[in-house]
């Protein structure tokens, strides 16, 4: 820790560039669960280096995706738990990427904050790292932007940057879907990361009754069920590409089924989809209760209980289920492409 470079004034001023360092090194051991070969450099540089390994790539295709966490970190902070919800960001940019066969590289994190303090902001970095591992991604760099007067104290926001690759004769691109392909579901943990003002106004998440367990639940509470991070599907997917032919891919995010997997269908085609066929989570029926929202709202702006889709040749379905599952994945069929003008049918 570079204690020479402390700044009394500014330290008066709110920030405290010591706490900064001791925030480094206390996430040190968590970034080095997630060096991979490409790695070329630690962390404290002014960039953070990779070497690009392009074996069996024959036309390398960077593709890239960024985002945030949205307004689920206000349950972090009212839960004041932190070591989750750097899986929630990893995820909602690797889980992007893949939907066009990207294997992810690196990831760079940004957390700003109203005040340093070492230990949460350590705290974050270990689920930013935990997520990471899962997608097989490097964290390679990052940055915490101590901004007293912008953010109060204790609250914070986190946003991150992953880049990956694919052989560009390999990019899942939709053109050779056709009539009959099955639509996979891949379930979700919950409610992932999207749709919160919405569940906010729904859940008073700072009441004792959110911190309630619930039998409808699993015996957890509303909060607990809410911050259960998003999970990353990069695995199992890369494992499928590898042996079905995959038309397309998508990630249910904000907009919910009929805003995301329209975004992979090509025109003149459509998806039914039986809604009785949705293996909707009970977090999703008690949002639903509780603030009289309509199903179509709902699965225009939840998951429900599907964070990710995948559309397979019809001859190759029991393949692909055989393959997910062996991966860890309960997926199951969630319904069937059609020539169609509309994009999505929920029957």
Do not use: W
Request: hydrophobic share 40%; with cysteine; glycine share 10%.
């Amino acid at each position: 820790m570079n204690l020479e470079s402390r700044s009394e004034s500014y330290a008066k001023a709110g920030v405290d560039i010591t706490a900064g360092y001791k925030a480094v090194e206390l996430m040190k051991e968590h970034i080095a669960k997630t060096v991979t070969p490409g790695v070329m450099s630690g962390i404290g540089g002014f960039g953070g280096l990779f070497e690009l390994d392009l074996t069996g790539i024959s036309k390398p295709v960077l593709v890239s995706g960024t985002d945030g966490v949205g307004t689920k970190l206000k349950l972090a902070f009212t839960a004041n738990k932190h070591d989750t919800i750097g899986i929630d960001c990893v995820a909602m940019c690797v889980n992007d990427i893949i939907c066009c066969g990207a294997k992810p590289l690196f990831f760079l994190d940004y957390i700003a904050c109203g005040k340093n303090f070492p230990e949460k902001i350590a705290e974050i970095v270990k689920g930013v790292c935990d997520g990471c591992v899962q997608s097989g991604a490097a964290l390679i760099g990052g940055e915490t932007a101590e901004m007293p007067g912008f953010y109060p104290e204790d609250e914070y926001d986190l946003a991150g940057y992953c880049t990956g690759v694919v052989d560009k004769d390999k990019i899942i691109d939709n053109t050779k879907m056709t009539e009959g392909d099955v639509v996979i579901a891949l379930p979700s943990s919950g409610v992932h990361s999207n749709g919160f003002s919405l569940v906010r106004k729904v859940f008073d998440v700072e009441s004792d009754e959110a911190k309630k367990p619930l039998e409808e639940l699993g015996k957890k509470s509303v909060l607990e069920t809410l911050l259960t991070p998003t999970k990353i599907y990069v695995k199992p997917i890369l494992a499928l590409l590898e042996e079905v032919d995959v038309r397309a891919v998508s990630h249910i995010t904000g907009g919910g089924f009929y805003e995301n997997i329209p975004r992979s269908i090509p025109d003149g085609f459509g998806v039914v989809i039986r809604e009785q066929d949705v293996r909707i989570l009970p977090i999703f029926n008690l949002i639903e209760k509780c603030g009289n929202i309509s199903r179509r709202d709902m699965f225009n702006t939840f998951n429900m209980g599907v964070g990710m889709s995948v559309i397979v040749p019809n001859s190759e379905a029991e393949k692909a289920l055989g393959i997910l599952r062996a991966k860890g994945e309960d997926a199951y069929v969630l319904g069937k492409v059609v020539k169609s003008d509309k994009k999505i049918v929920l029957e």
